[in-house]
């Protein structure tokens, strides 16, 4: 398929990252359906759009013209069936367990044309992870957005083994005409390269904090003027959850056995004490 040939496009998932993402396709011309197992989330998906349209035009950010017409390309619709059945390109965007999401790719298989390109946003699982519960993994790949999905400048593209080099440029394509720069991943990697990177500061962060090396403000300190950082690593985890940053170790020291996988202590101390950080009004910092 070739770019002005993509036309339609499916969203599965309406949450934090699928309603975005189905919003900044409409805006730039797509025509989209979103979708999800969800009646309430949907529900809660359209107001959140209708919101965020409503306050894109009063801050002066968009025209009434723009925003009528990204709100006429997007529909809703009532299940999986209806969305994928005359998709060029689905988007995944479900929950983040392995389970649920073949089963989405296998239905997506079934349902969408045989055309149709399947790309999952999850932030952890490569696609060949999927694309073998679907009988086209030559047009199966990630396409990672970050949050938020519609003002983030960046998506990654990840090239599996078994993905065609049509489907990454389709999908580089794609993600140039949402307004978005792609970043090419030529191999599979856990993580990809953002999330890659964020670890590798997070953990040389938490090992001179355990060590004691330094306060954690002045870590914060340094990644933020040293390094112009817009937000040191402590403060970033203090926003996105400590408790969130305790599983994701936890579960990958699982997976890895690796002794440097383990919950650093900084991090386990604060989760044992329900030290969450904004949500829980202490973390790293008191707020
Ligand atoms: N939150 C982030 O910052 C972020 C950033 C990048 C990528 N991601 C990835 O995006 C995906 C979604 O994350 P999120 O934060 O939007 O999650 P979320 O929990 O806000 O939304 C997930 C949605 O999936 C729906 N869902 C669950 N099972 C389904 C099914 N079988 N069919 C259809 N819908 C189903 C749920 O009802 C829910 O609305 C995950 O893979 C996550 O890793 C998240």
Redesign the pocket.
């Known amino acids: 398929m070739k770019i002005d040939e993509l036309k339609r496009v499916c969203v599965?998932?309406?949450?934090?990252?699928?309603?975005?993402i189905a919003l900044n396709a409409a805006h730039h011309g797509f025509s989209v359906k979103l979708?999800?197992?969800?009646a309430?989330?949907?529900s809660?998906?359209r107001t959140w759009i209708e919101e965020y349209v409503a306050s894109r035009i009063e801050k002066g950010r968009w025209t009434k013209e723009e925003a009528d017409a990204a709100q006429a390309h997007l529909a809703y619709a009532a299940d999986?069936a209806e969305a994928a059945q005359d998709a060029d390109l689905a988007i995944?965007?479900?929950?983040?367990?392995l389970e649920?999401?073949r089963?989405?790719f296998a239905?997506l298989d079934r349902l969408c044309p045989p055309r149709a390109v399947l790309a999952?946003?999850?932030?952890?699982?490569v696609s060949s992870l999927v694309a073998d519960a679907t009988k086209r993994p030559a047009q199966v790949a990630n396409l990672?957005?970050?949050?938020?999905?519609l003002v983030m400048e960046v998506v990654e593209v990840v090239q599996g083994p078994h993905t065609a080099p049509e489907t990454v440029e389709l999908l580089l394509e794609f993600a140039r005409r949402n307004g978005k720069k792609p970043i090419l991943l030529k191999k599979e990697i856990e993580g990809f390269i953002a999330n890659r990177l964020l670890w590798a500061l997070a953990r040389e962060a938490t090992s001179l904090l355990d060590g004691g090396y330094a306060t954690f403000e002045e870590i914060d300190l340094a990644a933020e003027k040293a390094l112009g950082y817009p937000m040191g690593p402590f403060r970033l985890m203090d926003l996105?959850g400590v408790d969130l940053a305790y599983m994701i170790r936890t579960a990958r020291h699982k997976a890895t056995g690796r002794e440097e996988d383990k919950p650093p202590r900084c991090i386990e101390e604060r989760y044992r004490a329900g030290h969450y950080g904004r949500k829980t009004g202490r973390g790293f910092y008191t707020y």
């Open positions: 599965v998932g309406a949450g934090l990252m699928g309603r975005q979708s999800d197992a969800s309430e989330q949907m809660a998906a999986l995944e965007a479900v929950v983040e367990d649920v999401k089963k989405v239905e999952t946003n999850s932030s952890t699982f990672h957005y970050f949050n938020p999905a996105t």
